[in-house]
């Protein structure tokens, strides 16, 4: 064997052994954890460390200061066949302590087995107070030109590719809370522009809880598990959030966004993005409009029902995340538009009648259009989750030329913030160094020393002006492409802690959102209510949300009152005449199905003639078949991704059923409690489950052949987005053209308006 080629060879070997496997794999179905099969045995022959997954990437080689290296990614990575110590003196063993004989006590001059047990001691840093929970990928942003008109930002100019890191993640969870709770995600893009770093921090809602950041420890410390038992992790629905979101009106907004589908997004892939803030652009002419920007993605706005998102959380807490690496890996990259709505810069910083720097506010898109201005792809997935997704540092303060912040008091606070937390967490000031945080463009900023200093200053003259080091660094002007802040007037006025008049209309932009809802999501939104409401301990808490109900929409708050078992109460401000939205509705369009999974369920003794062309015809659609079996391994020359015991509905966009699979010898409830109780049936009862909540969740079902028995026997044949085929072919043709809209939404007629 070479040893250096060891994943080619290792991959040769796996195949010499099992030959028809290894040609059923391809195209290869997401999801291997290395970047060659592994052997059955423990390999012995040394050689060098094996590459990264095609999928893969990592921040580029540069210095410090920003220079190209030119070496390989891979020279960031563990080097050489051989085990070391830190400092790369090779180990003959790491198994064993050193000890006074076999039996004896262990030696403090151990000096591996400090050095191995200390840095694991410190392997953690202090997690994100917010945001813990995430996942990021990198791509490039390749801009249409088409803000040119508006900006001088050079990484907007038409044709201009940039690499980009994108960190997805929860606002409430830790760490280790699971992907689907009912949160707002984080959609943060670090653009490595060649005029300096632009971190783009927003949220998958538009509109935040608060208008000034002094309250952003509230919101937080109200949403956060209760600090005497850390209970509930992840989630909104207990007495604090409520008991805030209540008395702190202006957080309605927001919480009718979270308490829509919009807070348990299907997928990171199927989630839009916004940057909350105004900003203020500057163009080459020195003129200046506001903005906000939009992310709009490929596959639109889809997210998943309340029961998946509950069962999901125990079946796969990772979901999101695995979703975003498996998409990626499987070719179908998760794809955006950025997008600007543009207003005028005036004296009032309003545009029609909604003030520009209320972060509680939206401008509906029907009012200022959302103009596209670039395309982001994410194509490679980390190398290392710590080193990149954990590291990654943002700040609203990382600006390039021809973009500029507005006074926005909640943009304003955090300016600060991000700072101050970076300092905490990463260590101290050098932050920007780490290698995913490294900008790509030159680095000459005249601050030296601190913790983790990387770079290796020349010099003796860290000051300006200067002479000894000949006047360097020196100051960069129009003709250089300098940041310039935009010379904005500041009106005089005394000093106070107060919002305008604007900022006190708490309401108007709450109904405007439920009365763009479609009838289905209106259902969802008083589901979620009750169920929130429903966990609060406290009465006059229920009753309070209520009341801001009532200011929202009477039919709202009867519907929630009905299912807390309380009266509704009447309003006690006027009710806003609001127009209605479309583009706030995830309901009514049809989107492309880019990486969909699609559950095939086969019965190894039945016919199973048409699957492998089914499956081929999954791939080739952009999607991803998954084999579902009474058991692993190969059926009819196909791998086998799930089993009845390991699969479950809410891992697939859509069924198609080629068989009617008899129970298999592990459908007890002994085995698996997905079983049910014992009875006699003709068809796997797993299988029947999956039909049934595949059905109740609103999804495409397709069956041809002996397929057709286990819609019959489920009792859901004939009902809306239920196809039935002669063919696999067929059936799967149908079924796609159902997933165009994501959910057969008219399998459940609405009960409002």
Request: with cysteine; net charge negative; charged share 20%.
């Amino acid at each position: 064997m070479e040893t250096s080629k060891p994943a080619e060879a290792v991959k040769n070997a796996v195949k010499t052994a099992s030959g028809k496997i290894a040609d059923a794999l391809t195209p290869d179905v997401p999801g291997a954890p290395g970047s060659a099969p592994p052997s059955v045995e423990e390999p012995t022959t040394p050689h060098d460390p094996l590459p990264p997954k095609p999928e893969q990437g990592a921040p580029q080689t540069r210095t410090p200061t920003g220079a190209e290296t030119g070496v390989p990614a891979t020279a960031k990575g563990q080097q050489g066949a051989y085990l070391t110590t830190a400092n790369g003196a090779r180990l003959r063993d790491t198994d064993h302590s050193l000890k006074a004989g076999p039996r004896g006590p262990v030696l403090l001059q151990d000096h591996h087995l400090r050095e191995k047990i200390t840095h694991f001691d410190h392997e953690r840093i202090p997690e994100r107070v917010v945001h813990a929970r995430g996942a990021g990928a990198h791509g490039v942003f390749t801009a249409y030109g088409t803000a040119e008109a508006v900006t001088r930002a050079g990484f907007l100019k038409k044709g201009r590719e940039t690499d980009v890191f994108v960190r997805f993640s929860t606002v409430l969870g830790s760490r280790g809370s699971a992907d689907t709770v009912r949160d707002t995600r984080g959609f943060a893009t670090k653009f490595y522009t060649d005029e300096g770093t632009f971190d783009l921090v927003g949220n998958n809602i538009p509109v935040f809880f608060i208008q000034d950041a002094i309250k952003f420890p509230d919101i937080i410390h109200a949403g956060k598990p209760h600090p005497d038992r850390e209970i509930p992790q992840a989630q909104s629905a207990h007495d604090t959030f409520w008991d805030f979101v209540s008395l702190h009106t202006e957080a309605q907004h927001h919480t009718i966004w979270n308490m829509s589908d919009r807070g348990i997004p299907r997928s990171y892939r199927t989630m839009e993005g916004f940057g909350v803030h105004t900003f203020r652009l500057v163009n080459e002419a020195g003129e200046t409009v506001l903005a906000k920007f939009h992310w709009k993605p490929k596959l639109g706005v889809h997210s998943l029902t309340w029961e998946e998102a509950q069962l999901i959380g125990g079946i796969d807490p990772d979901f999101h995340r695995r979703d975003l690496y498996d998409a990626i890996e499987a070719g179908a990259y998760p794809e955006w538009e950025l997008g600007i709505q543009v207003f005028p810069d005036t004296p009032e910083e309003t545009f029609a009648g909604v003030d520009l720097l209320d972060p509680t506010k939206i401008v509906p898109e029907e009012l200022a259009e959302v103009q596209p201005i670039g395309r982001l792809v994410l194509n490679r997935t980390p190398t290392n989750f710590f080193a990149e997704t954990e590291q990654v540092a943002f700040h609203l303060g990382h600006l390039p030329p021809g973009i500029d912040v507005t006074n926005d008091p909640l943009l304003q606070g955090r300016l600060f913030s991000y700072v101050d937390t970076q300092l905490t967490r990463l260590g101290g000031p050098n932050f920007t160094q780490i290698p995913i945080n490294r900008p790509h463009a030159a680095v000459n900023d005249m601050l030296r020393d601190g913790f983790h200093q990387h770079a290796v200053h020349a010099g003796v003259a860290p000051y300006r002006p200067n002479s000894l080091d000949g006047g360097n660094p020196f100051p960069a002007g129009d003709a250089e492409h300098a940041f310039v802040d935009a010379p904005v007037t500041v009106a005089q006025a005394p000093k106070v802690r107060a919002n305008p008049a604007s900022f006190d209309d708490h309401y108007s932009q709450v109904r405007l959102f439920w009365s763009s809802m479609s009838p289905v999501e209106k259902e969802h939104i008083i589901r979620a209510y009750t169920f929130e409401l429903g966990k609060c301990y406290h009465q006059a808490i229920k009753e309070r949300q209520l009341q801001c109900l009532a200011n929202i929409d009477p039919v709202l708050c009867e519907q929630v009152a009905t299912g807390l078992g309380l009266p509704a109460p009447q309003p006690t401000e006027p009710l806003a005449d609001v127009t209605p939205s479309p583009a706030l509705s995830q309901v009514g369009r049809e989107w492309p199905s880019d990486g969909r999974m699609v559950g095939i369920v086969v019965d190894p003794d039945g016919d199973l003639d048409g699957v492998d062309e089914v499956r081929r015809a999954v791939f080739a659609a952009g999607m991803v078949p998954l084999l579902i079996a009474p058991h692993g391994g190969v059926v009819g020359g196909m791998p086998v991704q799930r089993t009845f015991a390991t699969g479950r509905s809410v891992e697939f966009d859509a069924v198609l059923l080629a068989g009617a699979p008899a129970p298999a010898p592990d459908a007890v409830p002994a085995r698996d409690a997905k079983a049910g109780t014992p009875a006699p049936a003709a068809v796997d009862p797993r299988v029947l489950l999956l039909v049934e909540e595949s059905w109740r969740h609103a999804k495409a079902v397709g069956a041809w052949g002996a397929g057709v028995a286990v819609l019959e026997q489920v009792g859901v044949a004939g009902t809306p987005g239920v196809v039935t085929a002669g063919s696999g072919a067929e059936a799967l043709a149908a079924v796609q053209q159902l997933m165009a809209a994501h959910r057969v939404w008219e399998r459940f007629p609405a009960t409002v308006a």
